[in-house]
């Protein structure tokens, strides 16, 4: 049995030994010694060993006594020698025999060749090893994972970046697990156990720990790997750095974020704290803060930093800005970026505070950039701060750049809204100040609401108005409501001119004048305005002339201010808006004072002249007059003008003419010039004479203005003294005939005398013896013309005497020249004159008085002669001549070679009662020129080249009388018009 027993064992497979509880070999198989070439008995107790690798023999000696001491089946590899030398690799696996106690009794062994298993393993090794080689030479994090999501491996890449070695990395604690940001660790576990329970491919974003402590975005891809059937056997996961992507995506939703909060109008305190906090976030270790000037660019309005410590931010506030104020500072001033990268360092701002401020809240650099307009105006800084000092990297660069794009854009935006809706109040204002001088309020009311408005839209200033004096040598307080009172009162009455103050030169040169610190500029010494302004804490002074359309200046408008400091561009602007205003409201108050005075003066005058003045739409029949109008008409003034009331008024034999003249205008649009009556309730008569100019408006509408007078008293005076005139016409021409009466007497004697010889020479034709009929009837012929002769000459005689209404006729004017001839020829022969007459044969006729032309030829023809009585020395020659003209006029011509007249006297020859004769009246000549004027004719008079003097006068082919003397009820000459107009006139 037991032979058959060894005979089995030596004919498995395997090497089989057998040990005693203690460990000693009993027993090995015929194979075992096959193998190691030992015989049994070289192998018994531990005799084996020698078979065993001598670096493996210490390993397997002490397994084997930890599996004895264990009393348990174990395993062992290892490597033994083959007869030939050889090494193999063998799997040893012991298993205990118990006894009926429960106590090992034996043990039994089996090795197992695994040389083939083991060479494979080593080639997996190697290349695994390889594979580390490579996936720890990437530049990436990969990590391998076991089927059920367990940790397997890592590269060197993540080993270095977390800061661990692959054995930390295999512990329970799962320090890859802590290495990523607690607030993604719950999606990142959720994420992968859904991963390894699907076997869906892994594919998640989430924040890894740096070995400094920094925290970068990754994007983890995982893919699992299969064996033949499709089993998982590993994963294989691949992080990729990501942060500066996620970085700018954050940025660029940072920015679109801030922008549609800058477009949606949001407040820029709102949206600056907004960009802060991105930068913050951004940037890990760093704070910023935002610092805005005011819209004079003077002083830091407001600072703005949600992570800035409050105090720090509430100490820059109101801080004035300069170079020395500190890095922000300078960067406004210069519009330069600033870096300090350590404060403790740099000793720029030692000694303005800034520095001791940043230090005591803990901050070690700031690196500022200005806040750039698109204008180029600075606008404020923004500013970034570390507490552990530094330089800018090239991303905090490139995150400033960016940043304070977005900031200028929200600025200028707010800045932009800001000046549209001060621009719509300042319009409203305007509008409102403009209505009430349209409205008429009075100027003070006007520059004190003005003044107020700069108070309301200008923070911080007071407005002040000066004008000149009438003389333009003083000041006169215009307005000035929030300025003291002692300052204004001050002020009235200075003198003004360019150096008494900044008003003074504004106005003098018709220019803005800036005083920014009245307290350093001593060019207003001199009078005392600087001592004046800052004894009242007026510290500048912005002063713009108010000038009138024509560039006169009026005064000057100025802007006041308690602080020292230049004007906002805002600020110039509106001091030159108001002080355009404030001119118009200056000359309107002007214009209306003056037309009020005009309309007074004229009233007045109307009132004194007995003129009142209307229009007339025709269109509309809209009529306005004036209140003289309305007295002359005696209408009351409440009582609306028309057409049908005028013609109420007018004298019912004037009505037709109305009418007519009303027709005739409506469509002409020429002027016109009427006169009528009126018939008044009382049933008296009034006089009007009318006159009016026609003119359209934009429409082309037509609109006559005129003027209605009452001439009624002018009208009754003028008749009265008609009457004298024509009485005193009378007596000219009875005193001119007077000094012709021996002529005359002479004419009418010729004849008488012919016919007394006539009759006695019939007489004794007729008494002879036979009677001589023929002759005696010849001599009757001759006696009946001698005595229509002498009719003639009397009926001329009582023509010239009498007092009859003027006659117009058709003249022949040769023909009632020749008649003047003939009556005063005796009286020019007695003068020893030799009258020479021309006359043109080719004359039309004129239409005329006969007579009142012929007293005329008179008065020239006596007067040549008389004007040559005294001459001795030379012909007393008269030239009396007619001719015509190229427009159709008839002229007559009466030149003598008399003693003339002085040049410088030639105007007054034709006044009434100037005669240069010793017995003369002076009325001749006056009433000479105004028969003609009368025929609408013209005479005058001119020296000769040699002695005497010329008269002539010109009158139209046909003469169209100038008033109709019907219309007035009475019976005038024109000539007794003309001689009182003559009268009136001198």
Same mark, same amino acid.
């Given at each position: 049995m037991e032979?058959?027993?060894?005979?089995?064992?030596?004919?498995?497979?395997?090497?089989?030994?057998?040990?005693?509880?203690?460990?000693?070999?009993?027993?090995?198989?015929?194979?075992?010694?096959?193998?190691?070439?030992?015989?049994?008995?070289?192998?018994?107790?531990?005799?084996?060993?020698?078979?065993?690798?001598?670096?493996?023999?210490?390993r397997l000696t002490d397994d084997w006594e930890a599996i004895l001491a264990s009393g348990a089946q174990g395993d062992i590899e290892a490597r033994m020698r083959r007869f030939d030398g050889t090494y193999r690799w063998f799997h040893v696996r012991a298993c205990p025999?118990?006894?009926?106690?429960?106590?090992?009794?034996?043990?039994?062994?089996?090795?197992?060749?695994?040389?083939?298993?083991?060479?494979?393993?080593?080639?997996?090794?190697?290349?695994?090893?390889?594979?580390?080689?490579?996936?720890?030479? !990437?530049?990436?994090?990969?990590?391998?994972?076991?089927?059920?999501?367990?940790f397997e491996h890592a590269n060197q890449y993540m080993l270095d970046y977390i800061g661990v070695t692959l054995e930390q990395m295999k512990l329970k604690d799962r320090p890859l697990g802590k290495a990523y940001h607690p607030d993604d660790r719950p999606a990142i576990l959720v994420k992968w156990m859904e991963c390894v329970r699907t076997g869906e491919p892994y594919d998640h974003e989430a924040r890894l720990r740096r070995a400094d402590g920094k925290y970068r975005w990754f994007h983890t891809q995982g893919y699992p790997l299969r064996d033949a059937e499709g089993r998982i056997v590993l994963w294989y996961l691949l992080q990729t750095d990501i942060d500066e992507r996620r970085c700018a995506e954050a940025l660029l939703s940072g920015e679109k974020r801030l922008l549609e909060m800058v477009a949606s109008g949001n407040p820029l305190p709102v949206v600056l704290d907004e960009l802060c906090g991105l930068l913050d976030k951004m940037a890990n270790g760093c704070v910023s803060g935002v610092l805005l000037l005011d819209r004079a660019g003077l002083k830091v309005e407001r600072s703005i930093g949600p992570g800035l410590p409050t105090t720090y931010s509430k100490a820059l506030e109101g801080k004035t800005v300069s170079p020395e104020a500190g890095p922000c500072g300078m960067a406004v001033c210069q519009k330069i970026q600033v870096i300090v990268s350590d404060v403790t360092t740099d000793a720029r701002w030692n000694e303005t505070g800034w520095q001791a401020l940043a230090l005591a809240h803990g901050l070690k650099s700031c690196w500022s950039t200005p806040i750039i307009a698109a204008t180029g105006e600075a606008l404020g800084t923004f500013a970034i701060y570390r507490p552990d000092g530094g330089l800018p990297t090239a991303f905090h660069q490139s995150l400033m750049q960016k940043l304070t794009h977005i900031a200028s854009i929200a600025v200028a935006r707010?800045?932009?809204?800001?000046?549209?809706?001060?621009?719509?109040?300042?319009?409203?204002?305007?509008?409102?100040?403009?209505?009430?001088?349209?409205?008429?309020?009075?100027?003070?009311v006007v520059l004190d609401a003005l003044c107020r408005l700069v108070e309301d839209m200008a923070t911080g200033c007071h407005c002040g108005i000066l004008f000149y004096s009438p003389d333009e040598t003083t000041w006169q307080h215009g307005a000035g409501p929030a300025l003291p009172s002692g300052y204004n009162e001050t002020m009235h009455g200075r003198p003004a001119h360019r150096a008494s103050g900044p008003c003074g030169l504004a106005a003098s040169e018709k220019k803005q004048v800036i005083v920014s610190d009245i307290a350093t500029d001593m060019q207003w010494d001199k009078h005392g305005w600087r001592a004046l302004a800052l004894s009242y804490g007026i510290k500048a002074c912005w002063s713009s002339p108010?000038?009138?359309?024509?560039?006169?200046?009026?005064?000057?408008?100025?802007?006041?201010?308690?602080?020292?400091?230049?004007?906002?561009?805002?600020?110039?602007?509106?001091?030159?808006? !108001?002080?355009q205003i404030a001119s118009i409201a200056v000359e309107r108050a002007r214009s209306e004072s003056a037309l009020k005075r005009s309309e007074a003066f004229l009233s007045k005058a109307q009132q004194l002249s007995l003129t009142g003045s209307f229009s007339w739409r025709v269109g509309t029949s809209e009529i306005t007059w004036s209140e003289q109008a309305h007295r002359i008409f005696e209408f009351e003034h409440r009582v609306p003008v028309t057409i049908e009331l005028l013609s109420s008024r007018i004298h019912p034999d004037d009505l037709e003419l109305l009418n007519e003249m009303i027709d005739r205008v409506r469509g002409a649009g020429s002027d016109f010039e009427y006169e009528c009556r009126l018939l008044m309730p009382d049933r008296s008569t009034k006089y009007l004479h009318v006159v009016a100019h026609g003119t359209r408006d934009h429409d082309g509408a037509l609109e006559y203005i005129g003027a209605v007078q009452d001439v009624t008293e002018r009208r009754l005076s003028e008749e009265a003294l008609g009457k004298v005139r024509s009485e005193l016409a009378h007596v000219a021409r009875a005193t001119t005939l007077g000094a012709l009466t021996a002529s005359i007497a002479h004419e009418v004697n010729q004849p008488l005398s012919g016919i007394m010889t006539n009759a006695s020479t019939c007489l004794r034709m007729l008494a002879a013896d036979p009677p001589n009929v023929d002759g005696a009837r010849e001599t009757a012929r001759r006696t009946l013309r001698d005595g229509k002769r002498a009719s003639d000459v009397i009926v001329r005689l009582r023509a010239l005497f009498a007092k009859k209404n003027e006659l117009t006729e058709s003249v022949d004017l040769n023909e009632a020249t020749r008649e003047v001839i003939a009556l005063s020829s005796n009286d020019l022969q007695r003068n020893r004159v030799n009258l020479r007459a021309e006359f043109r044969d080719d004359i039309p006729p004129i239409a005329g008085d006969r007579v009142q032309l012929q007293q005329v030829i008179l008065n020239l023809l006596l007067n040549a002669s008389d004007a040559m009585k005294g001459v001795d020395d030379r012909p007393r020659q008269l030239l009396i001549r007619t001719d015509r003209d190229e427009s159709e006029h008839v002229q007559l011509t009466v030149q003598d070679t008399g003693v003339g007249f002085e040049p410088q006297a030639v105007e007054r020859l034709f006044d009434a009662f100037y005669t240069t004769k010793t017995s003369g009246m002076g009325i001749g000549l006056s009433v000479s020129r105004h028969i003609i004027e009368s025929h609408q004719g013209r005479l005058w008079a001119s020296s000769n080249e040699g002695p005497g003097a010329t008269f002539s006068f010109s009158i139209p082919r046909k003469s169209v009388r100038t008033r109709d003397s019907d219309r007035s009820g009475h019976n005038q000459t024109s000539a007794d018009v003309e001689i009182g107009q003559a009268m009136r006139k001198n």
């Open positions: 032979n058959e027993l060894s005979r089995v064992v030596d004919a498995l497979p395997g090497l089989i030994w057998s040990a005693l509880p203690d460990g000693c070999t009993d027993f090995v198989n015929q194979r075992w010694c096959e193998y190691t070439g030992l015989s049994t008995g070289e192998a018994r107790d531990e005799g084996w060993q020698v078979a065993v690798h001598p670096d493996d023999r210490p025999l118990f006894g009926e106690k429960g106590e090992v009794v034996k043990w039994c062994g089996i090795n197992t060749d695994i040389q083939t298993r083991k060479t494979a393993e080593e080639a997996i090794r190697a290349e695994e090893n390889r594979f580390r080689v490579i996936i720890d030479g !990437l530049p990436a994090i990969v990590t391998l994972m076991s089927s059920d999501g367990q707010t800045h932009s809204e800001d000046d549209q809706q001060r621009a719509e109040t300042l319009l409203a204002h305007e509008k409102r100040l403009l209505e009430m001088i349209a409205w008429g309020y009075t100027l003070p108010i000038l009138s359309h024509d560039k006169k200046a009026l005064g000057a408008l100025a802007f006041y201010q308690y602080e020292p400091g230049p004007p906002s561009t805002f600020q110039r602007e509106l001091i030159a808006q !108001l002080s």
